[in-house]
RNA sequence: GAGGGUGUAGCUCAGUAGGUUAGAGCGACAGUUUGUGGCACUGUAGGUCGUGGGUUCGAAACCCAUCAUUCUCCCCA
């Protein structure tokens, strides 16, 4: 028997961690809540054909895909050979593999959405908590198998839903205590820059290229961009582009007047602005201190995001984006029900993490575990911690008996491992006094008060 | 898919001109006269040196393969 391992990219979250996660979970839920969406869950596993040919080449191959049951039977197996030649040659047999894991939570919600468009009531506001597998290769802050967190709005092309993300990210980071920029772009502006630049169908290549800019710097950008194809002269128009700099309302400014003239980048500009001024409130003004931030060079990869696109980075850390999303149409459409636009964002759960880890942002009081230990002195003294126990339990303390009668040496210790503040402590005098001992583990202070007044005391906690 | 790094005790790591019984710190467990912890002291347990070959009189060390893990690129969260 060899040693016990984890697939690869996978990972244990030990209690404490537990503790930890759930905290950002629970954060980021509630507030999800308090904006009016619901919560949804969709199966680990999806039909393959579901997800096949969403996620573009490179996806479909990162797709885990789960082996069919049953391809042992001799019966079957001049079949199943035949089958699994199509594998190798590249192709997808159903006789092999016709369930994987999911990939994200977008294209599952996509799914549910087309499949329950006649009993929804549209827009549809739905938050998804779930984890994802990817078959990536695993690095630094990448895993096989992760938690994505998104909120999406389907059914509805109001700019509104974009300030209410917006404000969604806004609200959970501050009440995180992260400090953020959000960021927003939008893609019309990006595909008039690339309509100046040799057509529509530029789009995809310049976004890719300049959404490195804060990675490569510029020149490494416009090398890839004169790899790629482009003549000098569209490349220092898209220097130009990314040299646009100021307040919001200047960086608008500046592109209306490179743009201004495509009708693409009018709608683009138009809704940035909308959703600025509108995310600002009644009191806006000129003044540019929101977290609210335009980003021009902000193209997201995912290239099915058709207008506003987010990305939320930490302010002062050294690290990649902990957040994005962005507006898309017609997603459902890939599965037969067309005309269904959507908008949403996601949380980097695991960089949130990173985050609040090296800043040291999580409360104190997600470490305690049980409130109070009952040391063990013997079976008589345990039944009366028992009954003190199940009332104390009754109103919410939490509390354990040591589960074994035991050396006062062995029971501190154990207390101080789970980092229990209280003992209560009921020998033998203490059981005909009607009494415990009561000791702060912290200060080592002590008293001894009657059993009843335990009760009491720490029913008011 | 491409290219590097690293695998020695539960954890973090020492350990080469190749040489006999492979070490430390931390942790664990036990004890320092069994109703008061954190400190200290003493002791104990725990390793086929990732695995398989090869070179050698001799390999934890050198070579090859393999597995695991980790990082970078691609791509992404």
Known sequence: MSKPSLPQGTRDFAPDVVRKRQYIFQTIRSVFERHGFLPLETPAMENLETLMGKYGDEGDRLIFKVLNNGLDNPAKREQVLSDFDRVLEGKNSKGITERALRYDLTIPFARFVAMNHGTLSFPFKRYQI???????????????????????????????????LAHIYSTVFRELGIPVDIRINHRKVLAALAETCGGAEWTTPITVAIDKLDKIGLEKVKDELRERGLDEGQVSRIEEYLGISGSFSEQLEAVQRLLGHLPSAQQGIFELKSV??????????????SDLKIDLTLARGLNYYTGIIFEVKAMNIQIGSIGGGGRY??????????????????????????????KKLFP???????????????????????????????????????????????????AEKKRIPVAVIIGGSELTAGTCVVRDLNTGEQRTIEQEQLLKEYFKL
Not at 384 to 401: A, H, I, N, W
């Open 130 to 164: 779930q984890p994802v597998w990817r078959a990536d290769r695993p690095q630094k802050g990448r895993y096989r198998e992760f938690y994505q967190c998104d909120a999406d709005v389907v059914g509805s092309r109001s700019i509104w839903n974009e300030v209410e």
């Open 276 to 289: 600025y001024e509108l995310y600002q409130g009644e009191v806006w003004d000129q003044k540019d201190d």
């Open 329 to 358: 149409d017609d997603l459902t459409g890939l599965f037969g029900v067309p005309d269904i636009p959507g908008v949403g964002i996601s949380f980097g759960v695991d960089r949130i993490y990173d985050v609040m880890e090296e």
């Open 364 to 414: 104190a009081n997600l470490e305690r575990s049980t409130d109070i230990l009952f040391f063990n002195l013997g079976d008589d003294e345990s039944r009366r911690s028992f009954t003190l126990m199940q009332k104390l339990r009754s109103q919410g303390v939490s509390c354990e008996l040591f589960h074994e009668k035991a050396k006062f040496d062995k029971q501190f210790k154990y």
